[in-house]
Antibody, heavy 121, light 110 residues
Framework: DVQLLESGGGLVQPGGSLRLSCAASGFTLNSYAMNWVRQAPGKGLEWVSTLKSSGDKTSYADSVKGRYSISGDKSKNKLFLQMNSLRGDDTAIYYC??????????????WGQGALVTVSS | QSVLTQPPSVSAAPGQKVNISCSGSSSNIGNNYVSWYQQFPGTAPKLLIFQNNKRPSGIPDRFSGSQSGTSATLGITGLQTGDEADYYCGTWDSTLSVPVFGRGTQLTVL
């Protein structure tokens, strides 16, 4: 069975940093485009970042560009999200999601349970 | 401001059918496949429909998807109280070069 398990969430002060981890099982992480998607309290889904299956290409939402960094560890089958210069509007549940991208297709077929990140003083 | 527009809420009686719309443009729905996600309160989203009208294994055929031009529709027949959830459409936006979501539609089964 495919499973994604996030960890590393918590309370952080504005301007601080946090690193989220996503442990994948049931599949090989670097065979898929892996993503972070967040959901602010009471709001909808917002794509944050993608690490392509090649492992060397990344993309970011404009709202986090320059502050967040996505990476993966093939040996541990883990995905990471380094978040720096955190702001109040970064407060959200962060989901790790496996992406399926072929031609005109881009969808998320498996999701983790989410990690809550709260940015507050 | 989302590039995909969904109604904030829809409602219908048990056993009835409901359609949830998702409107976009030629940059997204008009030229890329649409997916739909179901999310119950306090839980992670779950893939319901992919490539406009395909259902992952385990999703009942009460759920269907369609796409026409720059709009897509999620249909749910034989509504059950257990279908009460938030539903999101998603696709790729070729102009923005990012995946995008609608703001979500809350389904109430009266």
């Amino acid at each position: 069975d495919v499973q994604l398990l996030e960890s590393g969430g918590g309370l952080v002060q504005p301007g601080g940093s946090l690193r989220l981890s996503c442990a994948a099982s049931g599949f090989t992480l670097n065979s898929y485009a892996m993503n972070w998607v967040r959901q602010a309290p009471g709001k909808g889904l917002e794509w944050v970042s993608t690490l392509k299956s090649s492992g060397d290409k990344t993309s970011y939402a404009d709202s986090v560009k320059g502050r967040y960094s996505i990476s993966g560890d093939k040996s541990k089958n883990k995905l990471f999200l380094q978040m720096n210069s955190l702001r109040g509007d970064d407060t959200a549940i962060y989901y790790c999601a496996r992406g399926r991208t072929v031609g005109a297709t881009f969808y998320f077929d498996s999701w983790g349970q989410g990690a809550l990140v709260t940015v507050s003083s | 401001q989302s590039v995909l527009t969904q109604p904030p809420s829809v409602s219908a009686a048990p056993g009835q059918k409901v359609n949830i719309s998702c409107s976009g443009s030629s940059s997204n729905i008009g030229n890329n496949y649409v997916s739909w996600y179901q999310q119950f309160p306090g839980t992670a989203p779950k893939l319901l429909i992919f490539q406009n009208n395909k259902r992952p294994s385990g999703i009942p055929d009460r759920f269907s998807g369609s796409q026409s031009g720059t709009s897509a529709t999620l249909g749910i027949t034989g509504l059950q109280t257990g279908d009460e959830a938030d539903y999101y459409c998603g696709t790729w936006d070729s102009t923005l070069s990012v995946p995008v979501f609608g703001r979500g539609t809350q389904l109430t089964v009266l």
